[in-house]
């Protein structure tokens, strides 16, 4: 069943129930100042840092699900309700949430009273807006009591939700006419603050918790709300919050509108202070000043709205597929914008508390979102790579705030340093700025030590080629792309990290997939070093990546499909002589895609193996047959039920680098085929047993073996988004940079007629018609640019063009 439905027209998920099967959640916010939002305001908000400056709480794993918001009580008569549903849950008599690009709108009606509620983050402002108008539909005078709420956190969102001992004695406010200043720990060494006001003159204010909620009380029935009538407490110690009491007599037919704003503040050391321990609320001032009437915060969202739409139009399609139109043109390159912005950091599933940003999954996101925005990729690159160690390993993950890496998951991930080599070549692809790898970047982030990009990508290179395990095959280390296969770990103490523990240091667990990268993202590295002048070390990585090819066909192949790697004692993994585990689907997909195996034959029956015993309607799973029983030689690949996450569950991840490797085979019915079964558009007519959004991509969703098969969990923070992204835009609708031109090389179903596309590629725009008469599912049989037609499938760059008008013809 469905929950809502898609608005093309306006680019919006229109939610039309609250009780979603989970919570629904959109992203606000475009580059420092974030807000994750429910469709039931539920969420929380913060500056650059999920972890370390968090502005309000949220509590994780709750009951009910999705506590704490920004809330709005409204006491009409006796009856109490909010626009969004929760936390009171009274049944509203109508109700719809329209996630939006960057805004969310909540339009909700009770009692002839309607309320629209729109939230979003302006551009170039540190702070959320959320714009209430209050309409009387009666034919009836109303009295009104509107009271709003958040629960303010202590910064450090870890601190704030273990250090009770001290946390519940350092809560601090400051209340300054309709404006309410949290101020904790701002006396000592902090200098920042967070405000939370609203545009009129208030009846009363809250500003501890207790005194809102009542003793013994919850969210969904405040003692505040229900007597009708503030406190004016003060926070002092224990937990402070932001509510304002407004009265209003609304006449028949009218409305009225308020603007709340929550915002982020930093003062200079020497001018913090206006008066002794009084905060200098200046740059408040000047903030709230920005969004005082309706007129402002109009052209702040029509501003955001118009970023957006510049943003998405540099690769647009029009087909025959309404779902699949939608996906490219909207929901997939704007999940990509979020997880650029996010990484694997803050969500509904995600705390933001510990991941930080990824190393792997930076490199991977950046895949999805360069051609978007390639100044701020460039420097991401320079970001990530800065937090490479001289080796050539890196960190797997860092902080966002501090760009430093962390050693929360430590390092020895050996994957990780080949994606390296992924991005750079991706944006030099993009952008023909080969100017970047003559950037001088620090290893660990000492400029002591700082090196060219290009010398960071040899040492990402050397790294693997000269890591190599008994067979020739590439070390894995702790693990590679996927984190639970820790075949160093042999972990049987519970609660220890499988990620960061090494029980067994063997030196020989090997892993094909990471030998896969080592075939593609080395002819890319190589590439790059011919295209700066240096053929002889292109050639040597030529020759190591052929040697690699053999070692894969050699010491890789398992008679009809890739095995997955050796374990600690040379023992195969992924093998049919496994009693479980017997195929794994990373090394079809990637070793295919890197082009192993396609002229030997080997290619296509690794394929047919994915779909005969992979294959599920749900989507591709990730190993068959399950783990039974947990072995201490694999680590947490076996920890997990059957049919969850890396134990055969359908990771989503990596079901585009199988379709990618279909488009290389030329089976384009195949490929789409995989594409439609974990892109969420396809699967909204399921949503009860889906259950995440259906406007983005889950990491994951239960395999055949789990008894809910075809749940999905951890939406929006997944490399699956860039990954789909790439496998439907450059091979499937086929339109790929490359660093001469952009390619077109289709790769699409048999019974699609053709498309339209508008890529905006180097500043230029590219005006493409493919035609498919034959119904073919691959192969260029002519290529026509300005009216000429010409050979191959590549329309060249040419510095000082314009524009371009290409046909293509299918056959």
């Not at 405040?222 to 304002?244: D, F, M, R, Y």
């Not at 008469?773 to 000429?788: F, R």
């Amino acid at each position: 069943m469905k929950f809502g439905y898609f608005d093309d027209a306006r680019q919006e998920y229109v939610i039309t129930s609250p009780t979603t099967p989970l919570p629904w959640i959109n992203y606000l916010g475009c580059e420092n100042f974030f807000s994750l939002i429910s469709n039931t305001c539920g969420g929380y908000s913060f500056y650059k840092d999920a972890k370390l400056l968090r502005l309000t709480r949220y509590r994780y794993n709750n009951v009910p699900a999705d506590t704490n918001g920004r809330y709005y009580y409204i006491k009409d008569g006796d009856t109490v309700w909010n626009p969004g549903w929760q936390p009171v849950q009274t049944e509203l008599d109508s109700y719809s949430c329209r996630h939006g690009l960057g805004y969310s709108v909540f339009e909700s009606t009770k009692n002839e009273l309607a309320a629209e509620l729109t939230a979003f983050v302006p551009l170039n402002n540190n702070c959320e807006i959320n714009r209430l108008t209050l309409t009387n539909k009666s034919s009836q005078a109303k009295d009104i009591s509107l009271f709003s709420y958040i629960e303010f956190c202590l910064w450090n969102a870890v601190d704030d939700m273990t250090n009770f001992q001290r946390n519940f004695s350092i809560g601090e406010v400051e209340i300054e006419g309709s404006a309410i200043y949290h101020k904790t720990e701002y006396r000592e060494r902090r200098n920042h603050y967070a405000v939370y006001s609203v545009n009129t003159a208030i009846d009363g204010y809250d500003t501890d918790r207790d005194s809102f909620l009542g003793a013994y009380r919850g969210v969904n029935r405040p003692i505040v709300v229900e007597q009708g009538q503030s406190t004016n407490s003060k926070a002092s110690g224990w937990a402070p919050i932001g509510s304002h009491n407004i009265n209003v007599t609304l006449q028949p037919g009218e409305e009225k509108t308020y603007i709340f704003v929550l915002g982020y503040l930093e003062n200079e050391e020497e001018n913090k202070w206006e008066a002794p321990g009084v905060i200098n609320k200046a740059p408040a001032k000047e903030m709230l000043a920005k969004f005082n009437t309706n007129e402002q915060v109009e052209a702040a969202l029509n501003e955001l709205k118009e970023h957006w739409q510049n943003l998405l139009s540099k690769y647009t399609v029009e087909t025959n597929d309404d779902k699949l139109t939608r996906m490219i043109n909207t929901w997939n390159q704007y999940q990509c914008m979020v997880t650029f912005n996010m990484s694997r950091s803050a969500s509904y599933y995600e705390s933001g508390t510990g991941r930080g940003m990824g190393f792997r999954d930076s490199c991977q996101d950046l895949l999805g979102f360069v051609h978007l925005i390639p100044d701020r990729a460039r420097e991401r690159i320079i970001d990530i790579a800065s937090t490479q160690f001289e080796d050539g390993s890196a960190y797997h993950q860092y902080q966002p705030l501090t760009k430093k890496g962390n050693m929360d998951i430590g390092s020895g991930f050996n994957d990780d340093p080949l994606w390296l080599i992924a991005c750079v070549s991706a944006y030099i692809k993009e952008t023909g700025d080969f100017g970047i790898l003559e950037e001088s970047v620090p290893f660990d982030n000492d400029e002591t030590k700082a090196q060219t990009l290009m010398e960071h990508l040899r040492r990402s290179f050397e790294f693997t080629n000269t890591n190599l395990g008994p067979h020739g095959l590439p070390l894995i280390g702790r693990a590679d792309w996927n984190d639970c296969l820790n075949l160093n770990c042999f972990s049987k103490t519970p609660g220890e990290s499988f990620q960061t523990c090494s029980n067994f240091e063997s030196g020989k667990a090997e892993s094909v997939f990471i030998a896969g990268m080592f075939v593609k993202y080395g002819k890319e590295y190589a590439e790059l070093c011919k295209r700066t002048g240096n053929q002889a070390e292109a050639d040597r990585a030529l020759a190591a990546v052929d040697r690699m090819y053999a070692t894969v066909l050699e010491s890789g192949w398992d008679g009809e499909w890739f095995l997955r790697a050796y374990d600690a004692f040379s023992e195969k993994i992924g093998s049919k002589e496994c009693e479980d585990g017997q195929i794994f689907i990373e090394p079809q997909g990637f070793c295919v895609l890197a082009g192993i195996g396609v002229e030997e034959g080997l290619a296509e029956k690794a394929l047919n193996s994915v779909k005969e015993k992979l294959d599920t309607k749900y989507g591709v799973m990730l190993l068959q047959p399950a783990y039974k029983d947990y072995h201490v030689n694999l680590g947490e690949v076996s920890s997990y039920p059957p049919g969850y996450k890396e134990n055969a569950g359908i990771f989503c991840h990596n079901n585009p680098w199988v379709s990618i490797a279909e488009t290389v085979i030329g089976r384009g019915d195949r490929a789409f085929e995989i594409y439609k079964k974990t892109c969420p558009a396809y699967v909204e007519e399921i949503s009860e047993i889906h259950r995440t959004e259906p406007y983005v991509y889950s990491q994951m969703v239960a395999g055949a073996d789990a008894p809910r098969h075809g749940e999905a969990k951890n939406s929006w923070l997944t490399g699956t988004a860039a990954w789909t992204f790439v496998n439907v835009s450059q091979y499937i609708i086929g339109i790929r940079p490359e660093f001469d031109g952009l390619v077109v090389d289709p790769c699409i179903p048999s019974d699609m007629p053709g498309f339209k596309a508008t890529r905006i590629f180097r500043g230029v725009t590219y005006n493409i018609t493919v035609e498919n008469p034959n119904g073919a599912q691959k192969g260029v049989a002519k290529l026509i640019v300005d009216g000429q037609e010409m050979n191959g499938n590549m329309i060249p760059f040419v510095d000082g063009k314009k524009e371009y008008s290409a046909t293509i013809i299918l056959g």
